[in-house]
């Protein structure tokens, strides 16, 4: 009976795979941090081309003389 629970005590299994689970929240949660951040960023960005291609798009089509 000593024997089974001192080598349940000792022994470390389920500790890495808890380690790796929270190795793995927290690369999520910066994963989540970073994007948010460049967000608002990223939408700007697209705004610019969007008004840029369609101010292009607009002077393509119509025809000059």
Known sequence: MYKAIHSFLRDESGATAIEYGLIAALVSVAAIAALGAMGD???SIF???STELG???TTA?????
């Open 41 to 43: 960023s990223l939408n």
């Open 47 to 49: 705004g610019v081309v």
């Open 55 to 57: 101010t292009a798009a």
């Open 61 to 65: 089509s119509t025809p000059t003389l």
